[in-house]
């Protein structure tokens, strides 16, 4: 960690923290698998349960390559959980549409993942954690989105 940083935060415990972020990433495989999906494919169809989204768009939102995100959907669209959807106006275009039985995973994982998040922590405890992940999740969002602009 560079001298600049290490003014800015309490480096052990945000080392600390880091290091449990890797851990509750296993945590979390572990839930979606029991649901029967992956964390990549819980990501996957999350990304695209708000609204259709194009192939391009997602490889950078899942934090996949594009021949693994082309996987993932094949996955996905065998076991009936998604599938292509043409885009009205592009000829070439496809947007990825979550089924119900691919939201019913969502639901699935989702639970599984809150279940075993709060045998893990008090709730005042979930709450201070959802405020810390809020403001992660946005700053990921951002910087998903500087990348794909770059791209483009």
């Known amino acids: 960690m560079s001298e600049a940083l290490h003014s800015q935060v309490d480096t052990p415990n945000f080392t600390a923290g880091i290091r449990i972020l890797a851990r509750l990433a296993r945590v979390a495989e572990q839930a979606c698998q ?6 990549p494919q ?9 609204q259709p989204q194009r192939a391009s768009a997602l490889a950078a939102r899942v934090g996949v390559s594009r021949p693994t995100l082309t996987s993932l959907v094949d996955g ?7 599938r292509r959807q043409p885009v009205a106006s592009d000829r070439r275009g496809i947007q990825l549409v979550p089924t119900q039985e691919g939201l019913d995973a969502v639901s699935r994982a989702e639970d599984s993942l809150t279940r075993r998040m709060l045998k893990l922590v008090a709730p005042d405890t979930a709450m201070l954690v959802a405020d810390v992940v ?3 999740g946005a700053a990921l969002d951002r910087e998903g989105e500087a990348e794909l602009n770059l791209r483009h």
């Open 34 to 39: 029991a649901t029967g999906i992956s964390l």
């Open 42 to 50: 819980y990501r996957l169809l999350v990304s695209v349960s708000g």
């Open 134 to 136: 809020k403001v992660l």
């Open 76 to 82: 996905l669209e065998t076991a009936g959980l998604l």
